[in-house]
């Protein structure tokens, strides 16, 4: 790989390192033996640890809530929004959600990222379903009840079978909007 790298190509690979090994591995090292660079190339693009840590957790907020917002907006002109949220969060793998809150559990910064993110996804489903009809209360009640499962869901070690997945999603979107 090129030493023209981006703080882009550097937050990256910081998100893939979190991932895969968590927090301890978003040092300016390891991330530039992976990327083939010296630890110059990590300081020409942030004055310290810290500022990298805040890049990090910047992008994982705009991948882990804004751009699945932008896509299920964009994706739900002739479907239910809630439904293909819930389908879409429900079938990934969520390695990074599991080493952000992991990390949230010891770092400040992290902890208020997290708490950032779970008050614009809470919202971002209340939204949804106050906009389905729901009474204000109901749907606050409801898209904290959807997001716990999704934490619940997100935590997990267990993987469903696909179809056994795809039962429980339907199963919630059902439970919320009825």
Known sequence: MSDQLSAKDWVDQGLK????????????EPLAKAL?????????????????????LARW???AAEQII?????ASKDDNPLALLLRRVFGERL????????????????????QAIDRR???????????SGLPAETARARAQILYWAFLGF?????????????????????MATS
Not at 17 to 28: H, I, W
Not at 44 to 56: E, S
Not at 70 to 74: G, I, L, M, Q, T
């Open 17 to 28: 390192a979190l991932a895969r090994s968590g927090f301890t591995a978003l040092k300016a």
């Open 95 to 114: 390695m990074l959600e599991k080493a952000v809150r992991n990390w949230a559990s010891v770092d400040p910064a992290a902890r208020a990222a997290v």
């Open 154 to 174: 997100a935590l997990s070690d267990q993987a469903l079978p696909k179809a056994r997945q795809q039962a429980v999603v339907d199963e919630l979107v059902r």
């Open 70 to 74: 932008d896509n299920v907006e964009a």
């Open 36 to 56: 083939r660079v010296s630890r110059g190339s990590f300081y020409w693009h942030f004055a310290d640890i810290a500022a990298f840590h805040a890049a990090v």
């Open 61 to 63: 907020h705009e991948v």
């Open 121 to 131: 996804r809470l919202n971002y489903v209340e939204g949804l379903l106050a906009q």
